[in-house]
């Protein structure tokens, strides 16, 4: 029981497509880069960056933050791959 109190416990939360851990302590953690610098093409937190330029998909292009496709998370547009797979 003592180790139970005392470990540090985290619980995963979604919040508009960010995971966020909370700790015991308070302490958060988001999954993102700590200096911003995303890299094109990679995921985060299900979220595919593809930078400031646009995107085609199946033959139509979509501008950076315009149409179905993309996602705004934290003052950035990213592809979402529910509303629209690779």
Known sequence: MAAAITAEVTAAITVVGTT???TRNGRVHENRPANKHY???RRYN???WFGHTGHRWHGR???YGVG??????DGLWFW???ACPL
Request: aromatic share 20%; hydrophobic share 50%; glycine share 10%.
């Open 39 to 41: 890299v094109v093409g």
């Open 46 to 48: 299900g979220n595919i």
């Open 68 to 73: 179905p496709c993309w996602i705004y998370v």
């Open 61 to 63: 292009w979509y501008a």
């Open 80 to 82: 979402n791959p529910l």
């Open 20 to 22: 966020v851990e909370r």
